[in-house]
């Protein structure tokens, strides 16, 4: 192990215990990033260097901020960890195929230390206001720098190099190791430039406009972005999904699936832009699993003229087994980690 490692496993365990650093009790070299092994293990029960840990050791980590509830935050991904690895197993799939990007919007940083510690390394928000100051305070208490330095956003399979330079603990860490932020909320195009500066993922790209704001906003910030198109399932015009016209509700968001191919040329087309794929929500009323169905027909069709756009961000706590079940690569799970939502302020 190199001396840059050793320092950075040593600084990072320090600030999740939120005190000096000492030993941890070695199982194995790896530990759980967000994705499940294809025997589901239950590898979230050690940090994310390998060692076991205790409620000592995340009991989170600030002196004047709320402190995280480990045990309920532990025993949540453990549940959520089974129900992603029976649902895969149900469909015929390699549980190692599945990412698990935890909702945090609303919750405090001390909770994303946490899930930091015991493996989680993919987070969301959909308010940018209060994902900005999450996100500081989050790397600010882990000492590491943002996932999309050096102008790569991780996760976007363009970062998996380690990062150079710098004295912060993060340099030299592989991208596996680093915190990858989703922004998943409706984005307006006067927020594009503040998203850009922290998210390394945006998933609700849904119209050309949107494209072209990003793009200026991650050339401005120099790093590129991974998107996703958010599609609209709704197939009911004028219903409760629908707005005027049978266009889709301002509420949910989301391109027609017939704008899809077009959405996905223009963000082809844009510098500092990669894109990763699609990204939906069930209709509220209908059955989950045939609008995930829906969105991997689009998935599928998307593929044929963009065949690096594999992902399929689909699946809440509520439907994560019927997203399973139509392919889904990415499942965004909030109160099924965290509880139930807290209120906004």
């Known amino acids: 192990m190199s001396e840059a490692t050793k320092r950075t496993r040593d600084a990072v365990s320090a600030r999740l215990a939120g005190r000096r650093p000492r030993p941890v009790k070695r199982r194995g070299p790896t530990a759980w990033t967000g994705r499940l092994d294809g025997k589901g293990s239950r590898a979230v029960s050690r940090d994310m260097h390998g060692g076991e840990l205790t409620g000592a050791d995340t009991a989170d980590t600030s ?3 709320p402190r995280a509830d480990l ?5 949540n991904l453990d549940d959520v960890q089974d129900r992603i690895a029976t649902a895969a197993r149900a469909a015929g799939r390699d549980p190692a195929e599945l990412t698990l990007v935890a909702v945090s919007k609303t919750w405090p940083a001390a909770d994303v230390v946490v899930l930091r510690g015991l493996g989680v390394t993919h987070f969301a928000e959909n308010r940018e206001q209060e994902a900005a100051r999450k996100v500081a305070e989050v790397h600010a208490r ?3 720098l943002p996932a999309g330095v050096n102008g790569v956003a991780a996760g976007s399979g363009l970062a998996e190099d380690s990062v150079r330079g710098g004295d912060s603990c993060h340099a030299g860490t592989s991208a596996a190791e680093r915190t990858i932020w989703h922004y998943v909320g409706q984005l307006q195009r006067n927020k594009a430039n503040a998203v850009a500066r922290w998210a390394d993922w945006v998933q609700c790209v849904d119209r050309p406009e949107i494209v072209a704001s990003l ?5 401005t910030a120099g790093r590129e972005l991974t998107v996703c198109l958010q599609v609209s399932l709704d197939t009911s015009p004028g219903g409760p999904e629908s707005g005027p016209n049978g266009a ?8 027609a699936p017939a704008d899809v191919p077009g959405l996905a040329d223009l963000v082809a087309a844009a510098g500092w832009l990669r894109l990763a794929g699609v990204m939906a929500v069930a209709p509220r009323g ?3 699993r045939p609008a995930f169905a829906r969105l991997r027909e689009v ?4 593929r044929q003229t963009h065949p690096d756009a594999r992902v399929i961000s689909a699946g ?3 439907d994560l087994e019927a997203a399973v079940a139509e392919g889904a690569t990415h499942l965004r799970i909030g109160t099924a980690l965290f509880g139930e939502r807290l209120p906004v302020p």
Do not use: I, T, V
Request: glycine content about 18%.
């Open 286 to 288: 209908q059955p989950p």
């Open 63 to 65: 002196d004047d901020g």
């Open 71 to 75: 045990p309920r935050l532990r025993a």
């Open 215 to 219: 793009a200026r906003a991650a050339a």
């Open 248 to 255: 889709p509700n301002a509420g949910r968001g989301g391109a």
């Open 142 to 144: 882990l000492g590491l």
């Open 316 to 318: 809440m706590s509520g």
């Open 299 to 302: 998935a599928e069709k998307l």
